[in-house]
């Protein structure tokens, strides 16, 4: 009775500890990394358990290299380069795993080196190119390892290159026709349309109308006259002026107060005719645009410049008299 006892206890002490044991989840070994395939280049026939390069090595990498910089020069420059180092299982040579794992991490960064220093060499900046290099032992062999040309093919490194893909063509720069048809198109202001049109129908070459500020008047987004009667292109003028005025005036002189802001009127006055006089050259003044002629006496009055108000009254009334309908 007692022996029964002491064995239907024991049982029940195993039936506890084998329940016990079952409910903690059995660990799992980590995975290996898998084999890559496809490589772009390799690199075979490394010496035994040894990672120096041959000459065939260097031939190899010389035209890598190569292939790169012709990469680079197409527009497609290489991103990320993957370099990974194999070694060959041989029995009788005793080498433990983590000796086959050196030896093939060792293949690839010498690789690695020798083809960034090509890169240097043909001026390939691989500064923002993502290099991987690794080592894979002897667990991904290609051939059989049981000859010594078996051996000799899994004694390799493996190169990737990925090329970004090839960036688009720019666009092709637009015409001048095609510009100057844009830009007739897309305004409602008839003193641009007007000027687009003439250059359009003439063939008259902007860069020489006698104006400075033209070219930016025929780029910029000409919108109708505002309240204030000014239209962009003479805001545009009038700010040229302004700024030189300001140019000249904070330049260190012992000339008086009138006599240098004189100078920097006269000067930058000449450009504000200018631009009305290329309106005039193109018969393309607009006439509900009255505040050039206003903006022109008025400050003509207060620089007292060498432009006599009658002379400015005449060359805005010349303007005026003519009137483009497009």
Same mark, same amino acid.
């Given at each position: 009775?007692?022996?029964?006892?002491?064995?239907?206890?024991?049982?029940?002490?195993?039936?506890?500890?084998?329940?016990?044991?079952?409910?903690?989840?059995?660990?799992?070994?980590?995975?290996?990394?898998?084999?890559?395939?496809?490589?772009?280049?390799?690199?075979? #026939?490394?010496?035994? +358990? /040894?990672?120096?390069?041959?000459?065939?090595?260097?031939?190899?990498?010389?035209?890598?290299?190569?292939?790169?910089?012709?990469?680079?020069?197409?527009?497609?420059?290489?991103?990320?380069?993957?370099?990974?180092?194999?070694?060959?299982?041989?029995?009788?040579?005793?080498?433990?795993?983590?000796?086959?794992?050196?030896?093939? =991490?060792?293949?690839?960064?010498?690789?690695?080196?020798?083809? &960034?220093?090509?890169?240097?060499?043909? !001026?390939?900046? +691989?500064?923002?190119? /993502?290099?991987?290099?690794? !080592?894979?032992?002897?667990?991904?062999?290609?051939?059989?390892?049981?000859?010594?040309?078996?051996?000799?093919?899994?004694?390799?490194?493996?190169?990737?290159?990925?090329?970004?893909?090839?960036?688009?063509?720019?666009?092709?720069?637009?015409?001048?026709?095609?510009?100057?048809?844009?830009?007739?198109?897309?305004?409602?202001?008839?003193?641009?349309?007007?000027?687009?049109?003439?250059?359009?129908?003439? !063939? &008259?070459?902007?860069?020489?109308?006698?104006?400075?500020?033209?070219?930016?008047?025929?780029?910029?987004?000409?919108?109708?006259?505002?309240?204030?009667? +000014?239209?962009?292109?003479?805001?545009?003028?009038? =700010?040229?002026?302004?700024?030189?005025?300001?140019?000249?005036? #904070?330049?260190?002189?012992?000339?008086?107060?009138?006599?240098?802001?004189?100078?920097?009127?006269?000067?930058?006055?000449? #450009?504000?005719?200018?631009?009305?006089?290329?309106?005039?050259?193109?018969?393309?003044?607009?006439?509900?645009?009255?505040?050039?002629?206003?903006?022109?006496?008025?400050?003509?009055?207060?620089?007292?410049?060498?432009?006599?108000?009658?002379?400015?009254?005449?060359?805005?009334?010349?303007?005026?008299?003519?009137?483009?309908?497009?």
């Amino acid at each position: 009775m007692h022996l029964l006892r002491h064995i239907s206890a024991g049982l029940l002490c195993l039936g506890t500890s084998f329940a016990l044991v079952q409910t903690s989840a059995p660990e799992v070994a980590e995975a290996a990394p898998a084999c890559p395939s496809n490589p772009n280049h390799t690199l075979s #026939d490394f010496p035994a +358990y /040894k990672y120096e390069i041959t000459g065939t090595h260097k031939a190899a990498l010389d035209a890598i290299a190569n292939k790169v910089l012709e990469l680079t020069r197409a527009g497609k420059p290489v991103r990320k380069i993957r370099i990974v180092g194999h070694a060959a299982f041989y029995a009788p040579d005793h080498k433990t795993s983590e000796g086959y794992q050196k030896i093939s =991490e060792q293949r690839a960064s010498v690789v690695n080196a020798e083809l &960034t220093a090509r890169f240097a060499n043909l !001026g390939i900046k +691989y500064d923002k190119v /993502k290099i991987i290099v690794e !080592g894979m032992s002897d667990r991904c062999p290609v051939d059989t390892n049981s000859t010594q040309a078996g051996r000799a093919k899994n004694r390799r490194v493996e190169i990737w290159i990925e090329a970004a893909p090839q960036a688009p063509p720019k666009p092709k720069a637009k015409t001048r026709k095609q510009l100057l048809q844009s830009l007739k198109a897309s305004t409602s202001n008839p003193t641009t349309q007007c000027i687009a049109g003439k250059l359009l129908s003439s !063939g &008259t070459n902007a860069d020489y109308l006698p104006v400075k500020g033209l070219k930016a008047f025929m780029d910029a987004r000409i919108q109708d006259v505002t309240t204030t009667g +000014y239209t962009d292109f003479e805001l545009d003028l009038a =700010e040229q002026l302004q700024k030189t005025v300001k140019r000249i005036h #904070d330049v260190p002189t012992k000339q008086s107060e009138e006599v240098r802001f004189n100078n920097a009127f006269n000067s930058a006055q000449r #450009d504000l005719i200018d631009g009305v006089r290329a309106l005039k050259y193109l018969d393309c003044y607009d006439k509900r645009t009255p505040a050039v002629k206003k903006h022109l006496i008025n400050r003509s009055k207060q620089a007292k410049s060498l432009y006599s108000c009658p002379v400015i009254k005449q060359l805005v009334k010349d303007m005026t008299a003519n009137t483009c309908t497009g």
